[in-house]
């Protein structure tokens, strides 16, 4: 699986749009970009995954720049609830072992 | 819903105890894994399963075994438990292309 580098932390205001960036400049073709989030003391919760599209959902949307070396998560209106560690995986194939990471830390603030 | 249940939220165990940690999930995935986590060293992988009676080492198997005698089950055994292993453990199925579920973990302290 191809190496993400995320920053370890970010703030955000309440209402506004978070932008978490991920880097995987080493992405394969056949790889897929996952992201999930662990609020404190739970497991990590699947949020959103994409190849080259850009995909929305009810939680969040992904997108992924037209080279694939890197991508946002974008929460559009964070609430106090999405704070959280986001993490940003590679993979080929999503049921096989992944290496998470530290992920980003965010902080959505009142 | 998927469901992994971690048998333990909370656990305190001594040192030199031989320790058990179960996983159920009920969805019959095939794959299953348990990771630690630690503050400042994120996720890491210990062992894994992608069959019944199959294991393999993740990244920092020692200390550790597994066992996988049915699908739905899968434990992580402390054979001798150390005060290092004090750690949040989590249990996760998955399948491609949903991706993992995650049980709510068990907290370990070992004195």
């Not at chain 1, 997108?63 to 999405?82: G, Q, V």
């Not at chain 2, 996983?23 to 069959?51: A, K, T």
């Not at chain 2, 249990?91 to 049980?103: K, N, Q, W």
């Amino acid at each position: 699986d191809a190496k993400t580098t995320q920053p370890p932390s970010m703030d955000c205001a309440e209402g506004r749009a978070a932008n978490l960036p991920c880097n995987h400049s080493t992405i394969s073709g056949n790889e897929y970009v996952y992201w999930y989030r662990q609020i404190h003391s739970q497991g990590p919760q699947y949020i959103i995954h994409g190849l080259k599209n850009n995909e929305t959902n009810e939680m969040a949307s992904l997108i992924i720049t037209e080279d694939r070396k890197s991508s946002t998560l974008i929460l559009p209106h964070a609430t106090l609830r999405d704070t959280a560690v986001y993490y940003c995986i590679a993979s080929s194939n999503s049921g096989y072992a992944l290496n998470f990471g530290k992920g980003t830390s965010l902080l959505v603030t009142p | 819903d998927v469901k992994v249940t971690q048998s333990s939220r909370y656990l305190v165990k001594r040192t030199g105890e031989k320790v058990f940690l179960e996983c159920v999930q009920d969805m019959d995935h095939e794959n299953m894994f348990w990771y630690r986590q630690d503050p400042g060293l994120g996720l890491r992988l210990i062992y894994f399963s992608y069959d019944v009676k199959m294991k393999e080492k993740g990244d920092i198997p020692e200390g550790y075994s597994v066992s996988r005698e049915k699908k739905e089950r899968f434990s992580l055994i402390l054979e001798s438990a150390s005060t290092n292993q004090t750690s949040m453990y989590l249990c996760a199925t998955a399948r491609a292309p949903l991706g993992y579920t995650f049980g709510s973990g068990t907290r370990l302290t070992v004195v």
